[in-house]
């Protein structure tokens, strides 16, 4: 299984930006998808999260601003960034819960990261 991020790069402050994360390989079925981000000298911290149902979860710092969703024919999350804010930038990593073989066993995969930069 494969996690391909796309999406990122440099951006005012205010701007948007549309990340994108294609699952590919060996998947049976998908459970949560999400997105991190990690800044320099920081934690790798939780932004946002989309389950199977459609049922989304988002860190108080980007409520109201960033939206999550996802297509389930196409094994992609999507994250829309809004009124993007300086300490928004990093680097955003895509993750998903995928049962790969109807093993009803789940297993986290990650993807490569995609940079978001947002500075004047």
């Known amino acids: 299984v494969q996690l391909q991020a796309s999406g990122g790069g440099l951006v005012q402050p205010g701007g948007s930006l549309r990340l994108s994360c294609a699952a590919s390989g060996a998947i049976f079925s998908i459970n949560a998808m999400g997105w991190y981000r990690q800044a320099p000298g920081k934690r790798r911290e939780l932004v946002a999260t989309i389950n199977g149902g459609g049922g989304t979860y988002y860190a108080d710092s980007v409520k109201g601003r960033f939206t999550i969703s996802r297509d389930n024919a196409k094994n992609t999350v999507y994250l829309q960034m809004k009124s993007l804010k300086p300490e928004d930038t990093a680097v955003y990593f895509c993750?998903?819960?995928?049962?790969?073989?109807?093993?009803?066993?789940?297993?986290?995969?990650w993807g490569q990261g995609t940079q978001v930069t947002v500075s004047s």
């Open positions: 993750n998903a819960a995928i049962d790969q073989y109807g093993s009803r066993s789940y297993r986290d995969f």
